[in-house]
Structure formats: C-alpha cells, structure tokens
C-alpha cells in the first residue's frame, strides 16, 4: 500500500487550553470536553495512518499539549511511527514543568515552536517568563531547534457571534477556501482524517454550547471523516480536493480579530 504525500498532519494530546483565546480555530478557548489521548490510543491511530500517509509536518497541538502528563512519552512514540518534520506546538506556560524536554527534542529532532498570543500587559508579563526560559534552553542546548511565532498578528475572525453564540458565514466555498489559513492543517482525530480543525473539533463546541438547535450549522454536521477503510484513490481524492461544501460556512475575507485578554475569560465577540 502506497504512501501518500501531504503538507501536513496535526494531532491533538489535549483538547482544553490553559488560555482563552477568542476565535481560535480549534475552539480551544471553549474549554472542550474530552479525555487526552492515551499513549495507548496514540500509538493505535498512528498505526492505522503512519503506512499510509507521509506528512512533511508532523504537529503535536491542541488545545495546550503539555496538559497531557504523558507528553515525553507522546513525543517519542509520534518519532517512532513519523519520520517527518516532527514539531510540538504550545503556548509554552508549563514548559518549566517539563525540564527533561530540551534533552528530547533533541534526541527525537523535534522543533519546539511557542506562539504568543497578544500584548496585555498582564499576559506579557507572565509570557515573558516563558521567553527568558526559552532563551536559557538555547543557551544550555545550541542544536535546539525553538521558535517564538507570533500568533495574535495573524489572528482572525473564524465564525460570527449571534445572541453569545458562534454563527456560521455564507461564503462562496472557493473563496473561503482561497483565505482559508487551515487549508493544510489536516486532522488526525478519533482515528479519522478531517480537512481541518474546524471541522474535526465541532461536535465538541456543538455539545459544550448547546448548538444542536441551530440549523445554520448543517454542513457541519454532515461532514464524513475520511476513515482508515478508504481506498488509495479516496485517500488521494480527500487529500487533493480543496473546496468543500463545507467551507461555505466560514468567512471569505480575512478579518483581523484582536482578541481580550487570554488569561481572562469573556463573552464572546
């Protein structure tokens, strides 16, 4: 069975996040319901995709990934089942818990990227911890790879706000798609393959917010998963395609969204 190539492949080892980041494009800012992935279960989707598919990136996210107490062990077995571009993606609040990391990511070529999320000052006081933490790891381990990506510049509207709840847009599929900033980010989620985040993590926003009433949401709901029993030329077709149906429901331009504070949560906006 061939290997298909794909830009990348995200995985999820939390679903809830320490920050509240509004219009995240993984509800994380919701506090999603949801177990983290056990090693255990890790280990059997890896298996079901790893002979499959040969991502050039291999993301280790959430929500905030070192949530999951068993993070070291996560990063290890991705390393053995993923010979890509392995990198583990956090906000980088509880890296001081972990200090056997840097040591790992070097053994495992892992790249460490930490996304700031805005300029409140409370916020950027406590970020600036993360930073200096940061910059003694590249002192003490110079073949680190870590970046410090600054993600509340690129930041934006993802759904609508109606009566305090997420709405849908009514887009023209290929023009949301055009400005779509996830249209790389596949999903591998309950053993399946989703286009992306938004797609793979709205059951979750559907039963935290009660959405199940709300029609507008639909094409959501119809959404199929590409699962581990499709074909070779399904799972080309799935990861060609580029508009969907689906895409109708997100935003066609890209509006820029500057979010409150991420240590406080709020009504959304």
């Not at 959501?220 to 029993?229: G, I, M």
Request: with cysteine; glycine share 4%.
């Amino acid at each position: 069975m061939q290997r298909h190539n794909l830009p990348a492949l995200e995985y999820h080892l939390a679903h809830g996040c320490n920050l509240s980041c509004q219009q995240c494009s993984h509800y994380s800012d919701h506090h999603l319901p949801g177990a983290m992935p056990t090693i255990e279960q890790a280990d059997a989707d890896y298996q079901k995709w790893s002979h499959r598919l040969k991502p050039t990136r291999f993301a280790l996210l959430g929500g905030e990934p070192l949530l999951n107490p068993a993070i070291l062990e996560h990063i290890k077995l991705a390393r053995q089942h993923w010979d890509s571009d392995l990198m583990l993606v956090t906000n980088g609040f509880f890296l001081h818990r972990f200090p056997e990391l840097p040591k790992l990511l070097i053994e495992t070529n892992c790249r460490l990227e930490v996304s700031q999320h805005g300029m409140h000052d409370e916020y950027v006081k406590r970020f600036r911890e993360v930073k200096h933490l940061v910059w003694r790891w590249r002192e003490q381990f110079p073949s680190i790879r870590i970046k410090i990506r600054q993600s509340h510049r690129g930041w934006m509207r993802q759904y609508r706000v109606e009566g305090g709840k997420p709405m849908p847009f009514a887009s023209r599929p290929n023009a949301a798609f055009k400005v779509c900033m996830q249209k790389t980010c596949t999903q591998l989620h309950e053993s399946k393959l989703w286009k992306c985040p938004a797609l793979a993590y709205f059951a979750k926003l559907e039963s935290k917010l009660r959405l199940q009433d709300l029609p507008q949401w639909q094409l959501f709901r119809d959404y199929q998963a590409c699962s581990e029993n499709a074909t070779d030329e399904e799972l080309q077709t799935f990861i060609e395609t580029k508009s969907i149906p689906q895409c109708r429901l997100c935003p066609s331009k890209r509006t820029a969204f500057f979010h409150p504070d991420p240590l406080q949560r709020s009504a959304l906006q």
